[in-house]
T-cell receptor, first 114, second 110 residues
C-alpha cells in the first residue's frame, strides 16, 4: 500500500528565510506526487504536482518541489517565505488514473515569524 | 469554474441524530471520495465511489454511509453520530490527475 511520511510536524521560519518541507513516499512504482496547502479555516489548494519528466516542478505562490527517485522524496521549497505562507502543508501521492485514491501525509504546520 | 461544493460548512448536532453532508462536483469526474481530517493524523479516506452506484470503504468507514445515485453528487450520511466523529470533513473529486476538494464541513457532535 502506498504511504506518505512528512517527518516535520511543525516548522518555524523567519519571514524572508528559505523553506524546505520534507516528504517521503513508499510505493513500488513512481506515483503521481502532490503538495497541497491548507490555510486556516480553508479547504485544500493544490500547490504543485509531478507526473513525469523534469524532476523540478514549479507551482503557485513561488513554491517548487524536486522529485528524487533514489530517495523516494518530493521536498517542497521556497527561497523566501512570506508571512502569508503560514499554513499547513500536505504531501500526497496518487496512482495514475482517475480511479485511485490520493493518500496524504500527516501534514507540516508552518509558522512564520516577523 | 471547476468546483466541488459541500454543505453545510459548519454543523453542530447531538449524539444519535442522523445527518447528511452533501457534496456536488461539476467536472464530470467518476471518482469521488470523502476524507476526515484530524490533528496529527492528516486526511484519512472514509469512503470512495468509482462511479454511479459503485461505492467502497476507505480506511476509516465505521459509522458512515454514502450513496452515489448521480454522477455529480456524493452525500455522506451519519446515521447515528457520536462524539468521536467530531472532525473536519472534505469531499474530493478526482479526474486523471489531481484531486479537487470542497471547502470542508466542520462537524461537532455533542
Amino acid at each position: 500500500a502506498q504511504s506518505v511520511t512528512q517527518p516535520d510536524i511543525h516548522i518555524t521560519v523567519s519571514e524572508g528565510a528559505s523553506l524546505e518541507l520534507r516528504c517521503n513516499y513508499s510505493y513500488g512504482a513512481t506515483p503521481y506526487l502532490f503538495w497541497y496547502v491548507q490555510s486556516p479555516g480553508q479547504g485544500l489548494q493544490l500547490l504543485l504536482k509531478y507526473f513525469s519528466g523534469d524532476t523540478l516542478v514549479q507551482g503557485i505562490k513561488g513554491f517548487e518541489a524536486e522529485f528524487k527517485r533514489s530517495q523516494s522524496s518530493f521536498n517542497l521549497r521556497k527561497p523566501s517565505v512570506h508571512w502569508s505562507d503560514a499554513a499547513e502543508y500536505f504531501c500526497a501521492v496518487g496512482l495514475p488514473g482517475g480511479y485511485q485514491k490520493v493518500t496524504f501525509g500527516t501534514g507540516t504546520k508552518l509558522q512564520v515569524i516577523p | 469554474e471547476a468546483q466541488v461544493t459541500q454543505n453545510p460548512r459548519y454543523l453542530i448536532t447531538v449524539t444519535g441524530k442522523k445527518l447528511t453532508v452533501t457534496c456536488s462536483q461539476n467536472m464530470n469526474h467518476e471518482y469521488m471520495s470523502w476524507y476526515r481530517q484530524d490533528p496529527g493524523l492528516g486526511l484519512r479516506q472514509i469512503y470512495y465511489s468509482m462511479n454511479v452506484e459503485v461505492t467502497d470503504k476507505g480506511d476509516v468507514p465505521e459509522g458512515y454511509k454514502v450513496s452515489r445515485k448521480e454522477k455529480r453528487n456524493f452525500p455522506l450520511i451519519l446515521e447515528s453520530p457520536s462524539p468521536n466523529q467530531t472532525s473536519l470533513y472534505f469531499c474530493a473529486s478526482r479526474g486523471n490527475t489531481e484531486a479537487f476538494f470542497g471547502q470542508g464541513t466542520r462537524l461537532t457532535v455533542v
